[in-house]
Nanobody
Framework: QVQLVESGGGLAQPGGSLRLSCAAS????????MGWYRQAPGKQRELAAT???????NYADSVKGRFTISRDNAKNTVYLQMNSLKPEDTAVYYC??????????WGEGTLVTVSS
C-alpha cells in the first residue's frame, strides 16, 4: 500500500508562485510515473503534468511554460512549481502514482486558490 501526502497549497495572487510537494511511502516510487492532476469547482479532474521514472515530462497546454514538474527519487517526492498563476488555476491539486494499471494511487488533494 502506498500513501501520498500533498503539501504546499494555499492562496496566491495572480502572477504569483506556489510549489506543491507530494511525498510517497513505499519502495515503488522510483519505478513509477508521477502526476499532478487538478479539479476546479464544477469541472472534471484534468491532467496538469506528469513525469516518468526516466524523467520525461508532459504538460497540459494550459500550464505549459508556467508549471514545472520534477522528482527526487532519494526523497520519494514529486514537486510542481507553479509560476505566473492565474485565477483559472484555482483547483484542488491531486498527486498520482502510476506503477501499473492495477497499482495506481491518489493523494487526498491540496487546494490552490489564485485570487487578489
Amino acid at each position: 500500500q502506498v500513501q501520498l501526502v500533498e503539501s504546499g497549497g494555499g492562496l496566491a495572487q495572480p502572477g504569483g508562485s506556489l510549489r506543491l510537494s507530494c511525498a510517497a511511502s513505499g519502495n515503488i516510487f522510483r519505478f513509477s510515473t508521477m502526476g499532478w492532476y487538478r479539479q476546479a469547482p464544477g469541472k472534471q479532474r484534468e491532467l496538469a503534468a506528469t513525469i516518468t521514472s526516466g524523467g520525461s515530462t508532459n504538460y497540459a497546454d494550459s500550464v505549459k511554460g508556467r508549471f514545472t514538474i520534477s522528482r527526487d527519487n532519494a526523497k520519494n517526492t514529486v514537486y510542481l512549481q507553479m509560476n505566473s498563476l492565474k485565477p483559472e488555476d484555482t483547483a484542488v491539486y491531486y498527486c498520482n502514482l502510476h506503477f501499473t494499471d492495477r497499482v495506481d494511487y491518489w493523494g487526498e488533494g491540496t487546494l490552490v486558490t489564485v485570487s487578489s
